[in-house]
């Protein structure tokens, strides 16, 4: 069902492919994903957030022929409009619209990608709303989601991964339209590019794309070689001081799982035994919210996950060529702060050295086996899960897990646990007020007992006292303070 | 089915205007009530092997109405998650993990919806196991008083963002007596003070959760007479209750209020204009024109956004709308404003524009493209059938049938420029208003 076709087309000067995701269906709805392999991997050095700003002056910017009010007047009434997405490899552009519209979405779609129009009032504009995004969004209004850019950024430091999508503050204040213009004539190529579409278009329309997208010139762009990021030798904590109610923690590590990798299904099974997002069954959702109450949840995940404090389900389109184990731990109140980092490293530590027991891996991977259909219950997810696999060269993920799964062992979740998960060596992250205090707590071996308003199972007041105990292994010099308004600049 | 309303529509906008056309919601759904006053909706789509379910228990925040207890219907929907002694807590997560299934609830200030979705060979253990914790649940005061832990963790993941600070100052100031005066998340005194309330829980499933407050709704790959069977097999025992919240009418406002939140962090400043609306209708056009009056006046593509936000760029948020309730509710207009000194020229702009809209009616052909925007945007949306279910069930706890859907897009195919500017007359008034501003600690945003 799913198509990934490398058009031939006849260019002026050359034979030029264009890489084509196509899924035809019956429905009414017509979904498109352009997706160009670059990304703020692709930033240049000192213009941290140049190929997200590009990306926003062709969705939310006006065209040649049309200034930005014209093109959301005439989307009005169809009821749609152009997002995007950018993330370090890849810059996703979609947009569904009834098949009513097709003819009418498409031609500003097309326009709005083909032929920008780069005026200065979108620009400013723009340019604001990435500040905004940043100094506001992020930085005041979301304690969770900063942490977890924060561990990203702080695991990449010194790699083309290293900083923010969105940019940099500094950076993004002395950007200027030709920055912008510069960096779509580089970047925007045809060799970099996947035209995915789906649902109920005309076949013929097929051929209008590649038509279309094939002018797009066909440069070869040196990307920056993805570098390993620096190894972390012993824990260590960045703490973001920040005058806000509780504590919110990302906890990671770099991994060398990716989706084209072997170790990815088997990380898969225990990333839904550990920590699935937003779901019940997870160990650390168990152990530290059902159990004890400490917080609103805990997951964890072994690919790029923004966005999820709104969202069930990942979107799709983020594929990266390395990837992190992440841990994210949910506001905590700041006197258990200590407490919940020691059960949720222990519990690391327990998955580490114990893996998982045969009814864990049984469950657990009937639990995928399943839940990854849904992941595609659309067909615009299933055209974004198309796309990212034809990026890693793997077939259809669904069939893909699912075949996987069908073979996997207990001791093949366990192997790739232990090459792959570790439960020293960790980056920790912090968003916290009084950062000072929570240091010295931190640093110190002494216990964090636990006090609860119910009584609670023996074995659990047993486990806690091993937990009050942990040791986090930090040292002063392992902790560094940073404040929050010092955060992206 | 879901396809023949747009495929075989002819295409001119005059035709998805028309009152008589094909119905919005174009599912061949069956509607069910049982003895016990448990309503069951079936809607088979075409979309193969997923079934999504969702429970909408017709209680919300809207029913607190005893003093200290706010966010009690927010913390019931935790509580569901407790178990029973067939289904104690870990052998219920253990199932829905077999299941691979994705599992969630939510509250609101009118219901609570518990939704799973799941692949079809599952529908008969599913329906099982919901019929067991709706009329079985059963959970010990230690474990009520974790959870109440969680519903705290709750509040402190939102309380970084000045936006549910701003919405609990809004409900506050604009009701005095209607519990719509406090967010579905409640008080945080009453959050703190939940741990202590175990008894008023088990009073509170004893009154809420009983079949004449329930609708099971079932969307995908199913038969309807499958899933009767199954919802007579396992839910026919669950007996009636006869409790019922009085819940207080607000009283009609007579002058003008205001309230500010001090932010104590930095921040971009808000406006907030609200006014005191109808109640969801399908039967006349109040909160249809409303609903209308708010995309018109402050959507992307209306005057006032282009001019705030994109030629002058003073604001970078611009949004107006009528929330859809069982009671009369709030019609509000928000603005995030760039900079502080332009907070009392927004708040003008703002008044300026529903003046305006209360003295000319809106062009003709703005208001057809806006019809045309409405219903595009609602088979947008139905592409799946979790999606089909949550949007019946949103109408479901407004009137109890997803055939509201057909009647309220009839009334908007029929507005017309006068309706909205006599509902823009009738509510948008000076003495129905409540207006609240934000500023944060310093100047945040750029520069």
Known sequence: MIKVLAVLLLASSAFAQIRMVTLPGKGPLVSFRIVFLTGAASDPEGKAGLADLTASMLAQGGTKDLTYKQIVDAMYPMATSVSYQVDKEMTTFSGTTHVDNLDAFYKLFRSMLLEPGWREDDFKRLKDDAINYLRVGLRGNNDEELGKEVLYNVIYEGTPFGHESAGDLSALEKMTIDDVKQFYLDHYTRRDLIVGIAGGYPHAFVAQLTKDFGKLPDTRVSRPRPSQPKPIPHSRALLVDKNTRSVAYSIGFPITVTRKTPGYPELLVVQAYFGQHRISMGRLYQRMRELRGLNYGDYAYIEYFPRGMYQLEPSPNLARQQQIFQIWIRPVEPPTAKFALRLALYELDKLVKQGLSEEEFERSRDFVSKYVTLLTKTKNAQLGYAIDSAYYGIPDYVTYIRSALAKMTREDVNRAIRSHLRSDRLQIVAVTKNAEDLKNRLVSDAPSPMTYNSAKPPEILEEDKIVENWKLNLRPEDVRIIPVDQVFE | ?447
């Open chain 2, 1 to 447: 089915m879901f396809f023949k309303l747009f495929l075989f529509l002819p295409l001119a906008a005059a035709a998805l205007a028309s009152a008589n056309s094909q119905k919005v919601f174009p599912f061949d759904y069956v509607q069910e009530d049982l003895p016990s006053g448990l309503r069951l909706i079936t809607i088979p789509t075409d979309y193969p092997n997923i079934v999504a379910l969702f429970i909408v228990v017709r209680t919300g925040s809207r029913n607190e109405v005893e003093p200290g207890h706010t966010g009690f219907a927010h913390l019931f929907e935790h509580m569901m998650f407790r178990g029973t002694e067939k289904f104690p807590a870990e052998k219920y997560t253990e199932a829905l993990a077999r299941a691979g299934a994705a599992s969630n609830a939510f509250t609101t200030d009118d219901f609570t919806a518990y939704h799973t979705t799941f692949s079809k060979e599952d529908l008969d253990r599913l329906l099982m196991m919901e019929a067991d914790r709706f009329q079985n649940l059963k959970y010990t005061e230690p474990q009520f008083k974790t959870e109440a832990l969680a519903v705290l963790g709750e509040y402190n993941k939102s309380s970084a963002d000045p936006a549910s600070k701003l919405f609990e100052a809004l409900q506050e100031t604009a009701f005095e007596r209607h519990t719509y005066r406090h967010t579905t998340m409640g008080f945080l005194k009453d959050i703190q003070d939940m741990p202590n309330q175990y008894d008023y829980s088990l009073k509170f499933f004893d009154r809420y959760y009983r079949p004449e407050y329930t609708t099971i709704i079932v969307a995908g790959d199913v038969q309807p007479k499958n899933v009767r069977g199954l919802v007579d097999k396992y839910w026919s025992g669950w007996k009636r209750g006869r409790y019922q919240a009085e819940i207080p009418p607000e009283p009609p406002q007579e002058a003008p209020r205001a309230n500010h939140v001090d932010w104590p962090r930095p921040t971009l400043p808000w406006v907030v204009v609200a006014y005191h609306g109808p109640a969801y209708t399908d039967t006349a056009k109040d909160s249809a024109a409303l609903d209308a009056l708010g995309d018109l006046a402050f959507s992307r593509n209306s005057d006032l956004y282009q001019k705030l936000v994109i030629h002058e760029q003073k604001v970078d948020v611009l949004r107006g709308a009528n929330e859809d309730h069982v009671d009369p509710s709030l019609f509000a207009v928000e603005a995030r404003v760039k900079k502080a000194e332009d907070m009392n020229y927004v708040r003008g702009q703002i008044l300026e524009t529903v003046k305006t809209f209360a003295a000319t009616p809106v062009a003709a052909d703005r208001l057809e493209a806006m019809k045309k925007r409405l219903r595009y945007s609602f088979s947008l949306r139905l592409d799946n059938s979790q999606a089909i279910a949550a949007t019946a069930a949103r109408y479901v706890a407004l009137r109890g049938t997803p055939e509201t859907i057909n009647r309220i897009y009839d009334i908007y195919a029929q507005l017309t420029p006068e309706d909205i500017q006599q509902m823009a007359r009738k509510y948008l008034t000076e003495n129905n208003r409540t207006i609240v501003t934000l500023t944060g600690a310093a100047a945040g945003g750029a520069r």
